[in-house]
């Protein structure tokens, strides 16, 4: 029994050689071998690259995430996106491992190809406004406006405003074209009345004033010194007190500087203090809203507890709500080719990381399907293996029961 033992043992591996032309391995270190069409193939372990036949050397990366953020992992190296990607004067920023170009600020043009200086002036040439105007540029945009004395649309044409009196409303009359109040600042003296007739103006004094109205009409006071504590203002030649009117509203404070009364809401409260004030509550700490574009801000709280406004991307829009939220790619799988599917609302292909080693992925009506290759067999949602090798397998671990048995 242990002759025969022996003599087996010493056979198999000879048997093996002459049925499997990788053994023993005619590939170099770090590599793999199997067989196609009778004839031995060599391959780098993954992960690997070189001369399958002599030697294969660790590669620096597998994937992208091995690599820098502004770098991909391509041939099991890890390069810059951006090397070669973008035209001339354009700038290149990596995002997410992927090189977006675009023309820097004062330029225009095809940021894949060139990218030139912008003139600002060439908007205005040929102008784009109509007659009797003026076209500047502001911000880099083409701004029309309406030439001195005259009103209408500029992006049509514009005319005088007016060329007698009796184009202009009854309190109003025509000057240089254009129609101006009869009774603006310095036709009457400054505590006199203003009426118009005939488009001209009338001075006259309030009652229990005298003087030249158009000069000036002398009344209880000519400075705030010269009223009581009680009504500390001089208006319009008067002692008033401009907070006993009503000028604030409820719950504000009013106090009088000067000639002017000045409203505000305590420390504890907010609102309009010309109408109401009220006590602060948390939606407060969204008004003004303090997010970006395409956002929403609800109230919240901080680490400490304190309460602070939450920003946070309106649905469908990814990015910095601080400051701007831009519109996803993708909602829905739907919005996506075949064989993607929405994550994050970008598209990205359904059969990333979804099959195991050496099998197959398609993908369907954005479902990942998981299938072995020809001549492969096992789970392919983790593992595929040969054929060949596992028959092999089974023939040899069935000759070494028998041998055992006998």
Do not use: W
Not at 166 to 192: F, I, L, W
Not at 278 to 307: I, Q, S, V, W
Not at 351 to 374: F, K, L, R, Y
């Amino acid at each position: 029994m242990t002759l025969k033992i022996i003599l087996l043992s010493s056979i198999i591996p000879l048997i093996k050689g002459m049925s499997d032309p990788c053994y023993p391995s005619p590939c170099g270190k770090h590599t793999q071998c199997h067989y196609s069409n009778g004839r031995p193939v060599c391959s780098c372990l993954p992960g690997h690259f070189g001369n399958p036949l002599s030697y294969c050397q660790r590669g620096e990366c597998q994937d992208h995430y091995d690599c820098a953020p502004s770098q991909a992992c391509r041939d099991y190296k890890c390069v810059n996106v951006c090397a070669g990607q973008c035209g001339v004067n354009a700038e290149c920023n990596p995002r997410n491992r992927i090189p977006v170009c675009s023309c820097p600020p004062s330029y225009t043009g095809d940021p894949l190809v060139s990218c030139r200086r912008i003139d600002p002036e060439e908007l205005c040439h040929p102008s784009p406004c109509g007659p009797n105007t003026k076209c500047d540029v502001i911000s880099g945009v083409p701004t029309c406006s309406c030439l001195p004395t005259y009103i209408g649309s500029p992006l049509i044409g514009c005319r005088h405003e007016c060329e007698t009196d009796y184009e202009c409303s009854p309190s109003q009359h025509c000057r240089d074209y254009q129609c101006t109040p009869a009774c603006k600042a310095g036709v009457c003296a400054p505590t006199a009345i203003c009426e118009v007739s005939g488009h001209r103006a009338v001075c006259t004094c309030p009652k229990g004033y005298f003087g030249d109205p158009y000069v000036s009409c002398r009344a209880e006071c000519q400075t705030h010194r010269d009223c009581p504590s009680d009504r500390p203002s001089c208006l319009g030649e008067k002692c008033v007190n401009p907070c006993s009117s009503g000028v604030c509203g409820v719950n504000a404070k009013c106090e009088v500087r000067g000639a002017t009364p000045i409203c505000s809401c305590p420390r504890d409260m907010t609102g309009d203090p010309f109408v109401r004030c009220r006590p602060f509550e948390p939606a407060d700490l969204c008004e003004p809203n303090p997010c970006g574009a395409n956002t929403k801000c609800t109230p919240g709280h901080d680490n400490t507890g304190k309460e602070r406004p939450v920003c946070t991307c309106l649905p469908g829009y990814v990015g910095d709500a601080l400051t701007a939220c831009r519109r996803g790619e993708c909602q829905s799988d739907q919005e996506c080719r075949s064989d993607q599917v929405c994550l994050n609302y970008e598209c990205r292909s359904v059969c990333t990381d979804q099959c195991g080693i050496d099998a197959i992925c398609n993908a369907q009506n954005h479902v990942a399907t998981c299938s072995c290759p020809p001549g492969y067999a096992g789970n392919a949602i983790t593992r595929c293996y040969s054929d060949t090798i596992n028959r092999r397998g089974r023939i040899y671990y069935n000759k070494k029961r028998q041998a055992v048995n006998n």
